[in-house]
């Protein structure tokens, strides 16, 4: 069963960089799926952000795709996130999670990471 | 892109049944048989619950099950238990372009 984590600060300033790196254990990160990065600000729906194959290849949601690269390090069996230029609105808890190719749902999610836009 | 729409909120006592719907449009439910719904509890991590609009992960109670008629999606629950109290989305893949979209969220209270 594979299983995720993701990592990074807590606190980001407003219009600096939000990183955070997600784990994946107990499967490769080079198989047939996408690794996907979803936020739910607080007390609201979840949002998708965007999703990364092991060739590199990428998707984005269009409304953040100016702000948002995401990448993967296989050597390291994980993946990243970075959002430019942050408000207080992209405060919210990250989610990473694996997307089934051939299926285009989420099977497998990390436990969440809150990230707080603030001074 | 607009978020797919589910009511705020069901009820329903131990032992009944109850349906979320999800609404959509047809660039999105309406075009593709990638519906799923995900079980969220209070700080906790999505949990998926139903995928390809009717089908269940390893591991799931059959009495969860999805159907979908047009742009319009659903959950239901029968033998509601105490358990099942929590956040239900729904989610559907809409395009090369948008890629997925998520429902507002339902919270399901047991009575």
């Known amino acids: 069963q594979v299983q995720l984590q993701e990592s990074g600060p807590g606190l980001v300033k407003p219009s600096e960089t939000l990183s955070l790196t997600c784990a994946v254990s107990g499967g490769s990160i080079s198989t047939t799926n996408w690794w996907s990065w979803v936020r739910q600000p607080p007390g609201t729906g979840l949002e998708w952000i965007g999703e990364i194959y092991e060739s590199g290849t990428t998707n984005y949601n269009p409304s953040l795709k100016s702000r948002v690269t995401i990448s993967i390090d296989k050597s390291k069996n994980q993946f990243s996130l970075k959002l430019s230029a942050v408000t207080a609105a992209d405060t919210a808890v990250y989610y990473c999670a694996r997307v089934v190719g051939s299926g285009s749902y989420m099977d497998s999610w990390g436990q969440g990471t809150l990230v707080t836009v603030s001074s | 892109q607009s978020a797919l729409t589910q009511p705020a909120s069901v009820s329903g006592s131990p032992g009944q049944s109850i349906t979320i719907s999800c609404t959509g449009t047809?660039?999105?439910?309406?075009?593709?048989?990638?519906v799923s719904w995900y079980q969220q509890h209070p700080g906790k991590a999505p949990k998926l619950m139903i995928y390809?609009?009717?089908k269940r992960p390893s591991g799931v109670s059959n009495r969860f099950s999805g159907s979908k008629s047009g742009n319009t999606a659903s959950l239901t629950i029968s033998g509601l238990q105490a358990e099942d109290e929590a956040d239900y989305s729904c989610s559907s893949y809409a395009g090369r372009r948008i890629h997925y979209v998520f429902g507002t969220g339902t919270k399901v209270t047991v009575l």
């Open positions: 047809s660039s999105d439910v309406g075009s593709y048989g990638s």
């Open positions: 390809e609009v009717d």
